[in-house]
Nanobody, 119 residues
Framework: QVQLVESGGGLVQAGGSLRLSCAAS????????MAWFRQAPGKEREFVAH????????VYADSVKGRFTISRDIRSRTIYLQMNMLKPEDTAIYYC????????????WGQGTQVTVSS
């Protein structure tokens, strides 16, 4: 069973940066996609980015492309989301998620971490 624990959220001014972390445990992740999603108040949860654990290929939502970077540290089994040039519309709860490569939906989720961007 996969356990995911996010950290690193907080309050930041528009134009600033934050780095989120997600500590993963419980399985070997060689055949996993690891992702970040977010959910703003009153909106549905949306995909932000994912990384295939091996070989580390990434995909981003258009809304964050060029501003956010997803990465992973294999040794510590941590997934990161570096967020730069933050905008007020990036305000949301950010969730870490995992799925095996052959599954269509993410079935392991963290508890979420709040990111608030002030204008």
């Amino acid at each position: 069973q996969v356990q995911l624990v996010e950290s690193g959220g907080g309050l930041v001014q528009a134009g600033g940066s934050l780095r989120l972390s997600c500590a993963a445990s419980g399985r070997t992740f060689a055949n996993y996609y690891m992702a970040w999603f977010r959910q703003a108040p009153g909106k549905e949860r949306e995909f932000v980015a994912h990384i295939r654990w091996s070989p580390g290929t990434t995909v981003y939502a258009d809304s964050v492309k060029g501003r956010f970077t997803i990465s992973r540290d294999i040794r510590s089994r941590t997934i990161y989301l570096q967020m730069n040039m933050l905008k007020p519309e990036d305000t949301a709860i950010y969730y870490c998620a995992a799925r095996q490569f052959y599954r269509e939906t993410y079935d392991s989720w963290g508890q979420g971490t709040q990111v608030t961007v002030s204008s």
